[in-house]
Nanobody, 131 residues
Framework: QVQLLESGGGLVQAGDSLRLSCAASGRTFSTYYMGWFRQAPGKERQFVAAITWTGWTGDSTYYADSVKDRFTISRDLAEDTVYLQMNTLKPEDTAVYYC?????????????????????WGQGTQVTVSS
């Protein structure tokens, strides 16, 4: 079992930056692969970014096309925390952002883009970007 707690959301203007944090507690953080998803009102939950790791390849990161080159996912094993640095925010980035964790390894990176791959979720943090 792992518990996830997001923080760092807020109201910002277009072009601003925010850093979301996801603090994990419970079982060993390093055994989980982590993702960020978001959900806007009336829309389905959408993949944002994921970070996976193996002893052979180290960290691997994946991003939705809509956030590539603007958002960066990273992790701090010492703090058991995953971050999502969001730069050049746009009004269409407005959503509730969720942190997710999974212990299920998949050899296909596309698995980590699917919310069904994850079995632990945080409660979400609201990000609102005004134009």
């Amino acid at each position: 079992q792992v518990q996830l707690l997001e923080s760092g959301g807020g109201l910002v203007q277009a072009g601003d930056s925010l850093r979301l944090s996801c603090a994990a507690s419970g079982r060993t953080f390093s055994t989980y692969y982590m993702g960020w998803f978001r959900q806007a009102p009336g829309k389905e939950r959408q993949f944002v970014a994921a970070i996976t790791w193996t002893g052979w390849t180290g960290d691997s990161t994946y991003y939705a096309d809509s956030v590539k080159d603007r958002f960066t996912i990273s992790r701090d094993l010492a703090e058991d925390t995953v971050y999502l640095q969001m730069n050049t925010l746009k009004p269409e980035d407005t959503a509730v952002y969720y942190c997710a964790a999974t212990s299920r390894f998949s050899p296909y990176y596309s698995s980590y883009l699917n919310p069904t791959q994850y079995n632990y979720w945080g409660q979400g943090t609201q990000v609102t970007v005004s134009s």
